[in-house]
């Protein structure tokens, strides 16, 4: 019979850390603005459902920066490092940023045809609601675009 103190010494496994896509016109913020700077407040944001996402978003998220512009690729990996405050850029209250750092760059960046065209990513927001500026994406989804810029 196991003792109280080794029934009760087992920490809940941590809560895995989301994934999310954020998509920046080049001539607005590209990926090498973001490795200059490192880290950045993500502002600008005038979307409700991007706005949700933004203030779901967490401290150690993963996050793949796309290019929406131009080629419209995903060109490197950044971190969440301060999770949602009001965005200084607004007029009207209620809107938000984050903060954001530069983690990695793909070495190969992956295109939207790439994305199209791999069964495994059919079902991204990105090609389903296009327009979205902060989107989610799952695990496997953030993994195999990775894998693909490798």
């Given amino acids: 019979m196991p003792s109280a103190k080794s029934a ?3 920490r809940p496994a941590p809560a895995a ?5 954020v998509k920046s016109e080049p001539e607005t913020y590209a990926w090498t603005d973001l490795v200059r700077d ?4 993500w502002t600008g944001v005038r979307n409700y ?4 996402n933004l203030n779901a978003m967490k401290a150690g998220d993963r996050v793949l920066f796309y290019e929406s512009m131009g080629p419209k690729t995903v060109l490197g ?3 969440v490092t ?14 938000v940023a984050v903060e954001i750092e530069a983690v990695a760059p793909l070495r190969q960046p992956v295109t939207l045809a790439q994305i199209k065209a791999d069964p495994a990513l059919a079902k991204m927001v990105l090609l389903r609601i296009s327009r979205l500026s902060v ?4 695990p496997a989804e953030f993994d195999r675009i ?5």
């Fill in 82 to 95: 301060r999770t949602a405050f009001p965005d200084t850029t607004a007029d009207e209250p209620g809107w």
């Fill in 38 to 41: 490192q880290r950045t407040a």
């Fill in 146 to 150: 990775v894998a693909l810029g490798k």
């Fill in 49 to 52: 459902a991007a706005r949700l």
């Fill in 8 to 10: 009760g010494s087992k």
């Fill in 17 to 21: 850390k989301a994934c999310w896509l």
């Fill in 135 to 138: 989107q989610p994406v799952t």
């Fill in 77 to 79: 990996i950044a971190r």
